[in-house]
Nanobody, 123 residues
Framework: QVQLVESGGGLVQTGDSLRLSCKAS????????MGWFRQFPGKERELVAA????????YIAYSVEGRFTVSRDNAKNTVYLQMNSLKPEDTANYYC????????????????WGRGTQVTVSS
């Protein structure tokens, strides 16, 4: 069993940066694909970024390409989402999730989830 805890969310202004962290416990993350999802009210969770176990393969959604990056430190059992040039439309609850094997986009394929951290970007 893997427990995931997100941190780093908050209220920022347009153009600011935030770095979200996802700390795992219960099991090493080193063999898992890690994904960052966000959810808007009334909408399904959407994948924002993902990274494979080695860190060599990543996925970045088109909507955040060039602004968000994903990284991981397996020694610290932690995954990060660096968010730059934030926009009001980035306002959402952000979740990290884990799955085995390959990066997949749909949230149904992820086995473990954190409780989320709220990011609010004011205009």
């Amino acid at each position: 069993q893997v427990q995931l805890v997100e941190s780093g969310g908050g209220l920022v202004q347009t153009g600011d940066s935030l770095r979200l962290s996802c700390k795992a416990s219960g099991r090493s993350l080193s063999s898992y694909v890690m994904g960052w999802f966000r959810q808007f009210p009334g909408k399904e969770r959407e994948l924002v970024a993902a990274i494979d176990w080695s860190g060599e393969s990543t996925y970045i959604a088109y909507s955040v390409e060039g602004r968000f990056t994903v990284s991981r430190d397996n020694a610290k059992n932690t995954v990060y989402l660096q968010m730059n040039s934030l926009k009001p439309e980035d306002t959402a609850n952000y979740y990290c999730a884990a799955r085995s094997h390959t990066i997949l986009v749909h949230p149904d394929f992820y086995d473990y989830w954190g409780r989320g951290t709220q990011v609010t970007v004011s205009s």
